[in-house]
């Protein structure tokens, strides 16, 4: 195995860049060869979401369709690429690309941030990125694809505040957690066990009250946003 001093920060950088644009490069490689809607189950009902927004202008109601029921935030970020077009599903499924290596370099970060050695870093994103499921989520026309990206972005950002205190931050976190919670209603999941983890924490006396009670005043206004 590498000594140390071959893992520096230059190093370590061009490493995670190459990475990224390796699995990129794969992503696009299967978004471009297969069909629009391989690989997941609803893709005609996500569709369908999005032409609602598009075409009619209006929010789709609960029981309109397969899909009606999710919130509207990855629809209508889709609408932008006008649904009625061929190129409509390529677009989407780039934009799903994107946000897989948007997660993937926010893991990388968050990973630093807890001083985890290269070495296993390099190991633990090779390991999910080459997980089926996660190739799928992030090549596919899903609302997953946002809404874990919106996740993963809440959790570093959330292990930024505790460190520095920035009021920056905190507002990120309130706009991260609400965007996720008006993507899918499933962001509420890691939300409740990251407050229940740092309220136990607190609880503990491992972590400052005057940080963790913010915190969980953004969490409770964004969900009643």
């Known amino acids: 195995m590498p000594s140390d001093s071959f893992w520096s920060p230059s190093r370590s ?42 075409n009619e202008h209006r929010l789709a109601l609960p029981r309109e369709g397969w899909e009606s029921y999710q919130p509207p935030l990855y629809y209508g970020v889709n609408a932008f690429f006008s649904p009625n077009r061929p190129s409509h599903f390529f677009k989407v499924r780039l934009m799903s690309m994107l946000y897989g290596v948007l ?35 992030f090549t596919t026309y899903n609302n997953d694809s946002l809404a874990t990206v919106l996740s993963v972005g809440l959790l570093v950002t959330a292990y930024e505040w505790m460190r520095q205190g920035k009021r920056g931050q905190l507002v990120l976190l309130g706009t991260l957690t609400t965007a996720g919670l008006y993507t899918k209603l499933d962001v509420a999941y890691p939300v409740a066990a990251l407050a229940m983890i740092l309220t136990g924490l607190g609880l503990a006396g491992r972590m400052p009250w005057h940080r963790i009670v913010p915190l969980l005043g953004m969490f409770g206004l964004s969900i009643l946003l």
């Not at 950088?13 to 794969?26: E, I, V, Y």
């Not at 990388?108 to 390099?122: D, G, K, Y």
């Open 13 to 54: 950088r061009w490493t995670l860049a190459g990475g990224l644009s390796l699995w990129a490069l794969f992503a696009f490689l299967m978004i471009a060869r297969s069909p629009s809607g391989a690989f997941t189950h609803d893709f005609q009902g996500h569709v369908a979401h999005t032409r609602i927004l598009y």
């Open 103 to 137: 997660t993937l370099f926010l893991m990388s970060r968050l990973l630093t941030r807890c001083r985890v050695p290269p070495q296993a870093q390099v190991a633990v994103l090779l390991f999910i990125a080459t997980t089926p499921a996660f190739l799928f989520m």
